[in-house]
């Protein structure tokens, strides 16, 4: 199906007036030019391939998604990058290729160090099920190198989720984001891009450089985020199970979570990125924040909810029925089945039409 981001956006500008007041969250959504539900591809298509790498990114595109997300940091000699961890260490040879460096933050590397690297054997490690000899010696992608695969399908133009991520290392950022998103011809439709940072000092500064582009507040519970009942982090804790502990997580009062919808408001946000507890629990299970009562008041607020990160149908189906707005997912092409909106061809069968 093509998505036409620009007819989108002239039924939003028609309905701005409308959504100033509207509480119904798909109106909101509209308003904003945002598809309602959403579906946000984590890290591209993540399960399916090497994160936040080409065929990733490619695969969530030609499954449909609406969002390629991505994690925003930037190299030692100044070019956006798309990498998730602080450090290179789980999703590449780093260790091998620059042991004295193994530990060292993104921002230590140039970009020829960077694509120096193998981002791809890792994942056929991890997930032997789900690996194919065409991924070793992927590479680290750059901004530009996203956008011109979101582009590159005729038929389906997905928009971008960016994350500001540990964005205090990176002074300037937010303005380096703009510069180049309005270079690439980004900013014209409404909804194309939207923002996403789990800091509010990232958050301003967002909404001063692109006040018109769509932000999100991420919301997790822990000390320096919402207050937890439990006055712990995982890390102090002294728990074994990560999972299991957030999953016992929760904001130490109702007051404490309105207290985050009303700081993502004023803050510019026209939404929240609330985590959740997934059912099988695992790495990127979370804090329940997606409780119906907690959507109600955001929805109260004007804001939508886009939650993370969510893999299987019986999780969909939960956040759904809590009132949610849209979902990130490591799984598109399930997300799109479980809307109904199946894509033609599956996830195995493009990776090999793709080549890998
Ligand atoms: O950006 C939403 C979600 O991606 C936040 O978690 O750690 O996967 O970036 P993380
Ligand atoms: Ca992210």
Redesign the pocket.
């Known amino acids: 199906m093509l998505r036409s981001f620009k007819h989108m956006a002239s039924l939003a500008m028609l309905m701005l007036p409308l959504a100033a007041n509207a509480t119904d969250a798909q109106t909101l959504a509209k308003a904003q030019g945002i598809p309602h539900p959403a579906v946000i591809a984590?890290?591209g298509a993540s399960f399916d391939a090497p994160e936040s790498t080409k065929p990733a990114y490619v695969l969530a595109r030609d499954l449909g998604a609406d969002y390629l997300?991505l994690?925003l940091q930037r190299t030692r000699d100044n070019v956006l990058v798309v990498v998730?961890d602080d450090v290179l260490a789980r999703t590449s040879d780093v260790a091998a290729r620059f042991p004295e460096r193994k530990a060292s933050p993104v921002s230590a590397f140039t970009l020829e160090e960077l694509k120096s690297l193998d981002a791809g054997t890792w994942f056929n490690q991890a997930y032997p099920q789900r690996a194919r000899e065409a991924f070793r010696g992927l590479k680290i992608l750059t901004l530009d190198e996203v956008i011109d695969i979101a582009e590159a399908n005729p038929a389906h133009k997905p928009g971008l989720?960016i994350?500001t991520?540990v964005p205090n290392q990176f002074p300037g950022i937010e303005q380096q984001l703009k510069q180049k998103l309005e270079a690439r011809g980004w900013l014209d439709q409404p909804g194309r891009v939207i923002l996403?940072t789990?800091d509010r000092n990232s958050l301003a500064l967002l909404h001063q450089h692109m006040p018109k582009v769509p932000k999100i507040l991420?919301l997790w519970v822990g000390k320096g985020a919402i207050e937890p009942a439990s006055g712990k982090n995982f890390a102090d804790s002294g728990e074994p199970d990560k999972a299991a502990f957030y999953a016992r997580q929760e904001p130490k009062s109702e007051a404490e979570f309105l207290r985050w919808l009303d700081l993502a408001v004023k803050g510019g946000a026209i939404g929240t990125?609330p985590s959740a507890t997934r059912a099988q629990l695992g790495e990127?299970s979370y804090a329940d924040l997606i409780k119906p009562w907690m959507n109600k008041a955001s929805h109260e607020r004007g804001l939508l909810v886009h939650v993370?990160?969510l893999d299987e149908q019986v999780d969909f189906d939960k956040a759904m029925k809590a009132g949610v707005d849209g979902i990130?997912t490591n799984r598109a092409g399930e997300l799109m089945r479980f809307y109904g909106r199946s894509p033609e061809k599956d996830e195995g069968q493009l990776l090999k039409t793709m080549g890998y």
């Open positions: 984590h890290r997300e994690d998730h989720y994350e991520k996403q789990f991420l990125g990127q993370y990160t990130f």
